[in-house]
C-alpha cells in the first residue's frame, strides 16, 4: 500500500503529533507499506530552521525508510495568532502545489489540529483520486477558542464551518480519544466512519535505565526528589499551578520542580519564576527526543497539568505513557478521560485541575512516603505494555487504511 501521510510536524521537531506520526510510519514502512510525509521544515516552536536545514521549495529527505518531502515553509514561532494561522495557510497552499509531482497514493492522511492542515488533505486526495483518511489529535477550534486565543465570533464561526465541512467531506476518521469521536459525530460526521486509536508509546525506546549522573549534576538534580513537568509551556496548560505549589514548597531542600520544554508562555513563566525568588524550579529549554529516556529517568514524579476547562475533559495527553513506560509515578491534573487511565492504571494519583496545594501535597506526600511511591511505580510498564504499546496500536491503524484503500 502506497500511503501519504500530510503532517505539519515531523522529527526531528518532538512535540506530540511529530512523535505520533514518525511512530506509525515507522511500523507500517517495516510491514512493508511505501510511505511519504509532506511535512515543513522543521521549526516548531522556536520559530527557526533546526541545523542543518535551509528553508527550500522542495527537499526529500529520508528517515527510517519514510520518504519525507519538505516544502517551503512560512517560518514563525508558535505564538501570535495571525503568524500561526499564515504558517498554516502557508503549508496547505504548498501541499496543493506540490501534489501532482508526489508519487501515486492509495489513501491519503492529513493529520490535525489545525484543520488547514487536514483540509490540505481534502484537496490533494482529490488530485491524487485516493481516499482521504482526516486524524483527529485535538478538537480544533474549540481549544484555542477555550483557552481564549481567539474571541472574533467571525472568525470563530469561519472555523466551525471548516472543521463541519471536514468532518463530513473525510472518507474516515481516526481520532485519538472517545469524547473527540462524540464529539465528531455530533457535528455531523456518520459514527461508522470514526475509529479510535489512542496514542501510545514505543517501549522499546521507554523503559527504565539508570540515571545519566553527570546531566543531574549539569542540571543540578543530584540528590533531590524531581518533580518534571516536561512538554509545551502554553496557554492550554496552566503552568502557573506549578510555580504556585513550588512556592508553597520551596522550604523543602529535597524537593526540586524542573521544567523542560518551550511554547508560547515560557518567557513569562521564566520571568515569573525568577521575581518570586524560586530556586526550587529549574527550567531547562527543548530537548531532542533521544534525551527524554534520560530525562524521566533523573524524573520521580511526572506532572501533567492543563487548565480546568470542560474542553480539557476530552483529551489525553501523550506524555503519560511515557511516564508510564519509564515506571515514572504520575500526578494528574487533568479530569476526564485520562483521569480514567490513571486509575485503571493505579500509576498516579489525580489531582484537581489549577490546585497548588492538592499540587504541592500530592509531590510532599511521594517524596515523604516511599512505601505508596513504588506501588504506583511498579503499575505504569504493566499497563501500557498490555494496553498502549505503539507497535500494536500502528497495526490497527493499518487495518483501517487497507480497508479504506480497498
Not at 504548498?94 to 497514493?105: E, L
Not at 482521504?132 to 483557552?147: K, Y
Not at 476530552?314 to 505513557?321: A, E, G, R, W
Not at 485541575?353 to 504541592?360: F, K, R, V, Y
Request: aromatic share 10%.
Amino acid at each position: 500500500m502506497r500511503i501519504l501521510f500530510l503532517s505539519h510536524y515531523f522529527p526531528p521537531e518532538v512535540n506530540a503529533p511529530a512523535t505520533r506520526t514518525y511512530e506509525h510510519c515507522r511500523e507500517w514502512v517495516a510491514q512493508g507499506h511505501s510511505v511519504t510525509v509532506v511535512s515543513c521544515v522543521p521549526h516548531h516552536p522556536m520559530g527557526r530552521a533546526y541545523p542543518g536545514y535551509t528553508n527550500k521549495f522542495f527537499s526529500v529527505e529520508e528517515k527510517d525508510g519514510i520518504k519525507v518531502i519538505r516544502l517551503l515553509t512560512y517560518i514563525t514561532a508558535n505564538e501570535g495568532f495571525l503568524k500561526r494561522t499564515f504558517n498554516y495557510v502557508f503549508y496547505m497552499l504548498m501541499t496543493v502545489i506540490a501534489a501532482p509531482f508526489i508519487g501515486k497514493a492509495d489513501v491519503v492522511i492529513s493529520t490535525s489540529p489545525q484543520f488547514f492542515n487536514g483540509l490540505a488533505g481534502y484537496f490533494v486526495s482529490r488530485i491524487k483520486r485516493a481516499p482521504w483518511l482526516l486524524e483527529i489529535r485535538d478538537l480544533w477550534p474549540e481549544s484555542i477558542v477555550a483557552v481564549g486565543a481567539i474571541k472574533n465570533r467571525r472568525v470563530i464561526a469561519t472555523l466551525e464551518w471548516i472543521e463541519r465541512f471536514v468532518y463530513r467531506k473525510a472518507d474516515h476518521i481516526v481520532s485519538v480519544t472517545q469524547a473527540f469521536k462524540r464529539h465528531i459525530a455530533k457535528c455531523g460526521a456518520s459514527e461508522d466512519k470514526i475509529s479510535v486509536i489512542r496514542n501510545g508509546v514505543d517501549l522499546s525506546r521507554f523503559q527504565a535505565t539508570d540515571i545519566d549522573s553527570a546531566l543531574a549534576e549539569k542540571w543540578g538534580l543530584q540528590g533531590k526528589f524531581v518533580a518534571a513537568y516536561v512538554g509545551t509551556h502554553g496557554m492550554a496548560h496552566g503552568l502557573d499551578t506549578l510555580l504556585d505549589a513550588a512556592e508553597l514548597l520551596n522550604e523543602q531542600d529535597n524537593i526540586v520542580f524542573l521544567m523542560v520544554g518551550d511554547g508560547a508562555e515560557r518567557e513569562r513563566l521564566h520571568s515569573e519564576k525568577e521575581r518570586r525568588g524560586l530556586t526550587n524550579v529549574i527550567m531547562q529549554p527543548q530537548q531532542g527526543k533521544e534525551l527524554m529516556p534520560a530525562i524521566w529517568a533523573m524524573t520521580d514524579v511526572s506532572l501533567v497539568l492543563l487548565k480546568k476547562l470542560d474542553l480539557f475533559k476530552t483529551v489525553i495527553p501523550s506524555k503519560i505513557f511515557e511516564s508510564m513506560a519509564m515506571s515514572t509515578p504520575i500526578v494528574l491534573g487533568v479530569e476526564g478521560e485520562v483521569k480514567d487511565i490513571i486509575k485503571a492504571s493505579g500509576a498516579g494519583v489525580c489531582i484537581e485541575p489549577e490546585s497548588a496545594s492538592q499540587l504541592a501535597a500530592a509531590v510532599a506526600k511521594l517524596a515523604a512516603n516511599r512505601q505508596q511511591y513504588m506501588a504506583l511505580q511498579g503499575c505504569g510498564r504493566k499497563y501500557v505494555s498490555a494496553n498502549f504499546d505503539r507497535r500494536e496500536l500502528a497495526g490497527n491503524y493499518l487495518e483501517v487504511l487497507d480497508k479504506l484503500a480497498r
